[in-house]
């Protein structure tokens, strides 16, 4: 069964980058058989799809935020990761990993991470 | 850009009573539409996918129904353990999707 854990910074400055990473296990993040993505929750509120990745490299995003998001994997790590770049206090929110696998619907996912905007 | 709308906001019934939770789609999203219930502090958690199929462990008193744009999220007996947020989430321009604003149900 496939355990997605997030890492990165709880606070990040306006304007700078976010950066997280998923790490992976009881997978390969090289498999065919997955997508993995990020999704976020701003406090109190609903999901947002950001963007996922497929092993072979092919990237898809959000078009609200296609502009500022890039989205990579370190098969050597079995990790993946996100950046945000030019962040404003609206991105802050919990960031979600998320692996879909077989049934192309977000299966499992991290427990996800407190990301605060602020100076 | 799909958008989905759920109803009612929020749902107020009591354990043991039905709850039925409807998504719409802006356009047909054939069946690809996906159920999460999300509790307080947790990761959504996949309950139905492709409008009507339960997903690994999940009980019998949850099922799905519907196509094209408009579907239904049936609890045919609410346990204590239900009471959360559920979304909805469409995959018909995957690996592109979006997400309902959700349903909250709660105890009367």
């Known amino acids: 069964q496939l355990q997605l854990q997030e890492s990165g910074p709880g606070l990040v400055k306006p304007s700078e980058t976010l950066s997280l990473t998923c790490t992976v296990s009881?997978?390969?993040?090289?498999?065919?058989?997955?997508?993995w993505g990020w999704i976020r929750q701003p406090p109190g509120k609903g999901l947002e799809w950001i963007g996922s990745i497929y092993y072979s490299g092919s990237t898809y995003y959000n078009p609200s935020l296609k502009s500022r998001v890039t989205i990579s994997v370190d098969t050597s790590k079995n990790q993946f990761s996100l950046k945000l770049s030019s962040v404003t206090a609206a991105d802050t929110a919990v960031y979600y990993c998320a692996s879909s696998g077989l049934q192309l619907v977000p299966d499992y996912w991290g427990q996800g991470t407190l990301v605060t905007v602020s100076s | 850009e799909i958008v989905l709308t759920q109803s009612p906001a929020t749902l107020s019934l009591s354990p043991g009573e039905r709850a039925t939770l409807s998504c719409r789609a802006s356009q047909s999203v054939s069946s690809y539409l996906a159920w999460y219930q999300q509790k307080p502090g947790q990761a959504p958690r996949l309950l139905i996918y492709?409008?009507?199929n339960r997903a690994t462990g999940i009980p019998a008193r949850f099922s799905g129904s519907g196509s094209g744009t408009d579907f239904t999220l049936t609890i045919s007996s609410l346990e204590p353990e239900d009471f959360a947020v559920y979304y909805c989430q469409q995959r018909s321009n995957w690996p592109r999707f979006t997400f309902g604003p959700g349903t909250k149900v709660d105890i009367k």
């Open positions: 492709d409008a009507s």
């Open positions: 009881g997978g390969s993040i090289s498999s065919s058989s997955y997508y």
